[in-house]
Structures are given as C-alpha cells and as structure tokens.
C-alpha cells in the first residue's frame, strides 16, 4: 500500500500529524475485520509494534525487541478473568449476530475506533518523544521506553479524546470494507475467521487515511493540547504516569 504524505505546517507552526500514524492507526482499526477473542489482541499487538518499528526506524534508531514491546504496550498483558470474559462473551454472541446484526455491526464498529483512537495517540505521541529527544540508542536499552510509555497512557487517560473518536466512528461506519465483512461474518456459514485488508482493498485504506488527516488537520490543536499533556507527565515522572491503556 502506498501511504500518504504528511500534510505541510501551517503558518501557526501548529504539529502535523504524520500520514504514516494516521495510515497506521487505519490499519489497526481494520485490523482483524472479524473480531475473535485473543487473536484481535494479538493482531493489533503486531500492527502496533509494527509502528513503533517504523517510527523509531525512520529517527535512525535502533529497534531493540524489548523497548518496541514497552513502547507499543505489548508488555501489558490482559488478567486472566479478562480473557475468559472476552471468550465466554464471543461464543455466547456469536449466534445471535444474524438476529441483531445492526447492533453488533455498531458494537464492531466501536472496536474499530477504540483500536485506531489508541494507535492514533500512541503513534501520535511517540512521534513527539522521538522529535523532542526523549529516546535515543543509549535511552532505548535504559528504562526510558517505560518512562515515556507511562507518560503517553497518563495523557490519553486525561485528554477527551471524544472529538477524535467521533471522526473515526464516522469514518469506519462508511467503510465498505468493514460492510462487507460484517456482512459475511453475520451470513456466511463457514467462516474463514480474522483478516487484513487485501491489496484488491488497498485503495479504500488510502481513502480512508486521506479522509482521517484532513479531518484531523481541523483539530490541530487538540494535538498541541496532547503534546504539552504529554510533556508536563513526562517531567512529573511515575507518579503521574500509568500502566494501563
């Protein structure tokens, strides 16, 4: 797939959002299309890891396997009871998709949204700490990756990020890909399970991505806003930090 361009600063010298973010946290929301306990954790763990590659690579920096996890939240791991929950709430729903499949076609779509709004902020941010310093080589094999990681989870916990979510709720609501898929999970009667986006499907993620940065460009600020919360939480240190999202 072909990834779209950052789009140039503004004379209010507000930050861009990198196309290469805004295309990923596309991917992440459309990754899987079918959302089957465990592996839509796992396919996001790698889309996201995926990222933090790229993102560091692009800085001329090391990827050390361990700062990647830290960095993409990898090292959070689900409680068991989580999990169980997750399995139990898939198999006792799953039948009934074909009765209320409106309802979880909404509920799918949510996924998709919570899935790009946290790679969105992530990606985000992370582009922030690697621009202003916070990681280096030496940095990446310390404890800094979980410094910066905590800093960026207590910054989306304390953001609103409603505005964001609504675009990409509309955004993913008007996907053909995801229509299509909902309507083969919720009608076909062997189903294949998880995918990504084929390259037949490339074209509508570009779509998808364009549509997200020029939306995204409206809210400019709010990206500032992200910036100086993640900047007051890093210099604060642990204590105003968070392992959870």
Same mark, same amino acid.
């Given at each position: 797939?072909?990834? *779209?361009?950052?789009?140039?600063?503004?004379?209010?010298?507000?930050?861009?959002?990198?196309? %290469?973010?805004?295309?990923?946290?596309? /991917?992440?929301?459309?990754?899987?299309?079918?959302?089957?306990?465990?592996?839509?954790?796992? /396919?996001?763990?790698?889309?996201?890891?995926?990222?933090?590659?790229?993102?560091?690579?692009?800085?001329?920096?090391?990827?050390?396997? #361990?700062? +990647?996890?830290?960095?993409?939240?990898?090292? +959070?791991?689900?409680?068991?009871?989580?999990?169980?929950?997750?399995?139990?709430?898939?198999?006792?729903?799953? *039948?009934?998709?074909?009765?209320? %499949? #409106? +309802? &979880?076609?909404?509920?799918?779509? #949510?996924?998709?949204?919570?899935?790009?709004?946290?790679?969105?902020?992530?990606?985000?941010?992370?582009?922030?700490?690697?621009? %202003?310093?916070?990681?280096?080589?030496?940095?990446?094999?310390?404890?800094?990756?979980? #410094?910066?990681?905590? /800093?960026?989870?207590?910054?989306?916990?304390?953001?609103?990020?409603?505005?964001?979510?609504?675009?990409?709720?509309?955004?993913?609501?008007?996907?053909?890909?995801?229509?299509?898929?909902?309507?083969?999970? &919720?009608?076909?009667?062997?189903?294949?399970? *998880?995918?990504?986006?084929?390259?037949?499907?490339?074209?509508?993620?570009?779509?998808?991505?364009?549509?997200?940065?020029?939306?995204?460009?409206?809210?400019?600020?709010?990206?500032?806003?992200?910036?100086?919360?993640?900047?007051?939480?890093?210099?604060?240190? *642990?204590?105003?930090?968070?392992?959870? %999202?």
């Amino acid at each position: 797939m072909t990834e *779209p361009k950052s789009r140039p600063a503004s004379k209010n010298d507000l930050p861009p959002l990198a196309g %290469r973010v805004a295309f990923l946290a596309v /991917a992440s929301g459309l990754t899987p299309l079918i959302p089957v306990p465990f592996l839509d954790d796992y /396919a996001l763990g790698q889309v996201r890891e995926g990222m933090v590659r790229q993102i560091l690579g692009e800085h001329g920096l090391p990827t050390p396997a #361990k700062a +990647v996890e830290v960095l993409a939240g990898s090292h +959070v791991s689900t409680s068991l009871s989580g999990h169980v929950k997750s399995f139990v709430k898939g198999v006792l729903l799953f *039948p009934m998709q074909w009765v209320f %499949r #409106k +309802v &979880f076609f909404v509920l799918w779509v #949510k996924d998709c949204v919570d899935m790009a709004s946290t790679s969105l902020h992530h990606g985000f941010l992370l582009t922030h700490a690697v621009e %202003r310093g916070d990681l280096d080589a030496k940095a990446l094999e310390a404890d800094m990756p979980r #410094k910066v990681y905590d /800093a960026m989870v207590a910054t989306c916990a304390e953001v609103d990020a409603r505005p964001i979510n609504q675009i990409l709720r509309r955004l993913f609501a008007s996907s053909r890909v995801l229509m299509a898929e909902a309507s083969r999970a &919720f009608f076909s009667q062997k189903n294949p399970g *998880p995918r990504t986006p084929d390259a037949a499907e490339s074209a509508e993620v570009k779509s998808l991505t364009d549509r997200l940065l020029a939306e995204l460009w409206e809210e400019r600020g709010y990206f500032v806003t992200l910036q100086q919360h993640y900047d007051k939480h890093l210099k604060a240190g *642990p204590a105003a930090g968070g392992s959870g %999202r």
